[in-house]
């Protein structure tokens, strides 16, 4: 029906930089809405950023000013450029997707900042 690919994750020290990037592939006729959730051990799945079809964007407050969000609707694609990264952004983050109201979602990847 519906896949997700990320890619991007990794390890990087505290004051560094990643992109993840994530692109759909399968039944996409129109896309709403993509963006990114992550999740810290021992807390719960939160908004990190997402971006709608009219390119309005979200994003959560602690990622304002250090993490942008952009999509390629010609690719089916959504990167999430994460800049001065610190060891609290530690997580799983997951690529998600909604068409027509139902929403599918990715394997998730890992994001490790040491410090």
């Known amino acids: 029906q519906v896949q997700l690919v990320e890619s991007g994750g990794g390890l990087v020290q505290a004051g560094g930089s990643l992109r993840l990037s994530c692109a759909a592939s399968?039944?996409?006729?129109?896309?709403?809405?993509m963006g990114w959730h992550r999740q810290a051990p021992g807390k719960q799945r939160k908004l990190v950023a997402r971006?709608?079809?009219?390119?309005?964007?979200n994003y959560a407050d602690s990622a304002k000013g250090r993490f942008t969000i952009s999509r390629d609707n010609a690719k089916n694609t959504v990167s999430l450029q994460m800049n001065s990264l610190k060891p609290e952004d530690t997580a799983v983050y997951y690529c998600?997707?909604?068409?027509?109201?139902?929403?599918?979602w990715g394997q998730g990847t890992q994001v490790t900042v040491s410090s």
């Open positions: 971006i709608t079809s009219l390119g309005n964007t």
């Open positions: 998600y997707l909604v068409q027509n109201g139902r929403d599918y």
């Open positions: 399968g039944s996409i006729f129109s896309i709403n809405s």
